[in-house]
């Protein structure tokens, strides 16, 4: 059963003026047309990585502890940051340290986690669907905000609706039906795959 989480939108606060960023070049989104910013959004991603591994010394799914492996997984994306506060970018409480494929899959809403650390698979052909149910959350109310849990679910929810069940590829809600009639070539080999999924 998949429990629909909803984000309070009086809670955060958008970013849509061209006085809330420092370039007009610039996106709200952090991305800059001229390249200059580059360079700033890298280093705020590596120090943003650097606190969230004191904070997640391991992956809060796997409990992968090389550091090599390891990312600083954005709660709410930061393609979607007219959505939330500017301050929650980098905040510790939008992030957790994932393995950098889980980081790809969460990216891509293929998981999800609630506040208590629960997970809820949305691609059901995931590969790790079968031995990842939860992770690990600080219990002390110093892990990641809810409503920031909350607005990534809801985001990944509607993505849901665009993807191909059967392969995860993007072909939007209108699209899918004709996409799993014809072109889906994981269609063919769903038996064959999930026996090896098993």
Not at 98 to 107: A, G, P
Not at 110 to 133: C, E, Y
Not at 137 to 160: K, M, Q, R, W, Y
Request: charged share 25%.
């Amino acid at each position: 059963m998949i429990f629909v989480l909803f984000v309070d939108a009086t809670a955060h606060t958008p970013q849509t003026s061209l006085s809330s960023i420092s370039c007009k070049s610039q996106s709200i989104s952090g991305r800059c047309s001229t390249g200059r910013h580059v360079d700033r959004n890298k280093r705020a991603q590596q120090k943003f990585r650097k606190r969230l591994l004191k904070k997640y010394p391991s992956c809060i799914a796997t409990g992968e502890t090389e550091t090599e492996l390891l990312r600083a997984a954005h709660i709410a994306p930061l393609e979607k940051c007219e959505l939330f506060k500017r301050e929650d970018h980098y905040s510790e409480k939008n992030g957790v340290i994932l393995r950098n494929d889980l980081e790809n899959d969460y990216d891509r809403h293929m998981w999800i986690f609630d506040p208590s650390g629960k997970v809820t698979v949305l691609f059901q052909r995931w590969i790790h669907r079968n031995t990842i149910a939860s992770v690990n959350l600080p219990s002390n109310g110093t892990g990641p905000a809810n409503d920031l849990i909350a607005l990534h679910n809801n985001l990944a929810f509607e993505a849901v609706k665009h993807h191909c069940p059967h392969c995860w590829k993007y072909v939007g809600e209108v699209n899918r039906d004709d996409h799993e009639r014809g072109s889906c070539e994981a269609i063919d080999n769903i038996g064959e795959d999930d026996d090896l999924l098993e």
